[in-house]
């Protein structure tokens, strides 16, 4: 069995190898450059982009189908030398991950699921085993009712990545599957050094202030993030992924937030790593920007919790987006996808992620909204349902504007961590801001500020302006939102 895993671990590098993005980006020098001394190589520029496009999601689909094999395999060497059905109410399955299937997809944003690894089972452990430091929560399918928990090696720090759930899967040596009644269970046996306790009357959250950091997307909120991991008192986790597949899960069937599942998940979350010198009092976890409709059932479990909301002028933030994921397969369709679902659907303001779009005219509704508008209306909704929780469920929501961050990032600081009751010196906050302003807080990913921009056309940046002057909440593309830190 080791011999045959060591083998199979060189050939799946090899394919990782071969599957990477960056011989997609030597094929992609074979199609037409763009020649900025000439107006008219729209052409060109247009025929580079398309083929860009076009590699990614061939080499996509061909890992997808080769990756899907290799989990074929896998699950039946399993089925034939694994070790059977579990003796006892308390176990669950142990997996040895032989490579994650992120790096051969190219696929290293995608959101987190139980099927991202190449591993085979080698045991049953006992479920004492996720209260482990460097035991941490993976991926939740509600679907199947199966959680995952990933194993690092003791001397790892996930949080030390640009995302947190980065750290998980590339250092992954160890899976740990349990069912979601089992996973209900353990949330409630959770003690205040992050153990598992005898009964729920124990049961003790290991800190004291709880935080959620949502946002716009593509607005600074991983720089804030950054800044929040220099403090002392604070573990700031950046995107633990286990309340972007809550969110998936009610896009997919309609449904609202289950309330127990992302209870457990936050109570999870809140495992200080194993090589942390002192023990924090506060934490902060930044999710990605689709989870912000989680806000109102966070307040109602945790009514304690802060919600701070970091939002950008329109345009920048659909600039970016575009940017950052025009060629990424997933993410882009994932993304426009849930911008037209928002628009097709009922239209009545209710889900996951629909909106209200009444205020929009006929004309404009049908007019050719791409590559911004759609962005756009993602920015629009997100910024009306900030204003709509702070006049109603979460009136203490506050938020923090990108352009002031930048103009005045002490004092924009200093009001953030007063606010939290994060104890600091004007000199900390100074000594924060130089350490971190001044860096790529996304530095080593795929959506790092190395990546190439894009040049729009005046009428694709008038749709979203037009957008704008419609909504009769959101009506300007640099609204300051009430609440604002600084403003």
């Not at 896009?251 to 010198?277: E, H």
Request: glycine share 4%.
């Amino acid at each position: 069995q080791s011999q045959c895993a060591k083998s199979s671990g060189r050939a799946f590098r090899a394919l990782a190898r071969f599957f990477s993005p960056q011989n997609t980006d030597k094929a992609q020098k074979l199609s037409p450059q763009k020649d900025t001394t000439n107006s008219t190589n729209t052409r060109q520029t247009l025929a580079h982009h398309t083929m860009g496009m076009f590699l990614n999601v061939l080499r996509h689909y061909v890992a997808v189908v080769a990756t899907a094999a290799i989990a074929a395999l896998l699950a039946l060497y399993d089925r034939v030398r694994g070790p059977g059905e579990p003796k006892e109410k308390n176990q669950i399955a142990c997996y040895k991950v032989l490579f994650n299937f992120k790096d051969i997809r190219g696929s290293e944003l995608s959101p987190t699921n139980l099927h991202q690894f190449a591993c085979v089972q080698q045991a049953y452990a006992d479920i004492s085993t996720i209260y482990k430091q460097n035991v941490t929560l993976y991926a939740v399918d509600i679907a199947s009712g199966k959680v995952a928990f990933v194993e690092t090696a003791e001397n790892v720090d996930p949080t030390t990545y640009p995302f947190y759930y980065i750290g998980q899967y590339k250092n992954a040596r160890r899976m740990y599957i349990l069912s979601m009644e089992q996973f209900l269970e353990a949330a409630e046996r959770m003690g205040a050094q992050g153990e598992r306790v005898e009964s729920a009357e124990e049961a003790t959250l290991p800190f004291e202030s709880l935080t959620f950091l949502q946002s716009t997307g593509r607005c600074g909120s991983t720089l804030l993030s950054k800044i929040f991991s220099r403090c002392p008192t604070v573990l700031s986790l950046s995107e633990p992924d286990c309340f972007s597949n809550i969110f998936i899960h009610g896009v997919m069937t309609g449904t609202d937030t289950p309330k127990d599942v992302l209870k457990a998940c936050i109570i999870f979350t809140m495992k200080v790593p194993a090589n942390r010198q002192t023990r924090p009092s506060h934490l902060v976890i930044k999710t990605r920007s689709m989870c912000f409709n989680q806000s109102p059932a966070i307040v109602e479990l945790f009514p304690q919790a802060h919600i701070l909301y970091m939002y950008r002028d329109a345009l920048p933030t659909a600039k970016s987006f575009f940017n950052s994921f025009s060629e990424n397969v997933e993410f882009f369709v994932m993304r426009h996808m849930i911008a037209v679902a928002a628009l097709v659907g009922k239209g009545n303001g209710k889900g996951p992620f629909s909106f209200d779009d009444s205020w929009m005219s006929e004309e404009l509704r049908k007019k050719d909204r791409e590559p911004l508008g759609n962005l756009a209306l993602m920015w629009i909704d997100s910024l009306e349902r900030y204003i709509k929780y702070r006049e109603g469920e979460i009136p203490q929501i506050a938020a923090i504007r990108y352009e002031l961050l930048v103009q005045e990032p002490t004092k924009v600081v200093e009001l953030m961590l007063e606010r939290l009751e994060i104890e600091h010196t004007a000199e900390e906050v100074v000594s924060l801001c130089d350490a971190v302003m001044t860096k790529d807080s996304q530095a080593g990913t795929s959506i790092s500020k190395e990546k190439k921009t894009h040049e729009f056309k005046s009428e694709q940046l008038a749709v979203v302006q037009e957008l704008i002057a419609q909504h009769p909440l959101v009506n300007k593309p640099d609204m300051v939102l009430p609440g604002t830190l600084g403003a």
